[in-house]
């Protein structure tokens, strides 16, 4: 862990912070934002699911307030042009989560307790697992959730913190959450900011 943690720490020290910390002034923005805002973020996390990020980003800004309102099958057509993998069923989730659009900041103010919140959606939000649920609740500003796709777990796995999961159950999702938020506490950020150093170091890309 000794490694992982001088590695974050040079990151911090480096031009990657202003990146870091320019990002999360734009989720910050974001869970400002309208109802209307927020949705469309949960649109993008909805994309995200088993699907490259990037790629997603490209595609949420294609498709831009038209996740308010274009048709189930319009919208499955265009993420298909656009080279989404699973177009028909993101576009059926994005449509069936439309039923929150209106309420979704209210709803999230309803919530004191970010751990929750994280449930309801999880719960209540088609095609959104604790994954997905950590990375819309981090884009809109919340800072204590993991986002563990292969990217966090591939750096941990080199850095012999874990052993790789087989599954990523929910139970294997909270215990690595737990730890990175050990190291997070070890590095003096929080859950949010590490995941972007992270991330940077495995792709050399702040994403969102």
């Known amino acids: 862990m000794k490694r992982l943690l001088q590695s974050i720490k040079n990151l911090k020290n ?6 870091v910390d320019t990002r999360l002034r ?8 309208s109802s209307n805002t927020i949705f469309k973020e949960l649109c993008f996390c909805i994309l995200t699911a088993n699907f ?12 831009g307030d038209e996740f308010l309102t274009i048709s189930k099958s319009d919208l499955a057509r265009k993420l298909r042009e656009l080279g989404h993998r699973f177009p028909d069923t993101r576009a059926r989730y994005v449509v069936d989560a439309r039923k929150y659009k209106n309420l979704l900041k ?9 751990n929750e919140l994280r449930e309801w959606i999880v719960k209540n939000v088609k095609g959104i697992g604790y994954k997905e649920a ?3 609740l981090r884009n809109i500003g919340y800072t204590s959730f993991a ?3 292969f990217h966090i777990i591939d750096v941990l796995t080199k850095h012999n913190i874990i052993e790789k999961p087989n ?3 929910k139970r294997k ?3 690595i959450e737990d730890l990175l938020g050990k190291i997070a506490r070890k590095s003096n950020v929080n859950l949010a900011e590490l995941d972007l150093y992270l991330w940077y170091m495995e792709t050399g890309k702040i994403l969102k």
């Open 147 to 149: 986002i563990i796709d």
């Open 26 to 33: 734009e989720f910050k923005e974001i869970g400002n934002g």
């Open 106 to 114: 209210d709803i999230v103010k309803t919530f004191n307790d970010g």
């Open 14 to 19: 480096s031009k990657v912070k202003n990146l």
């Open 173 to 175: 999702y909270l215990e």
């Open 52 to 63: 490259n990020a990037e790629r997603s980003m490209k595609i949420q800004r294609q498709i």
């Open 134 to 136: 950590s990375h819309f």
């Open 167 to 169: 599954v990523l159950t």
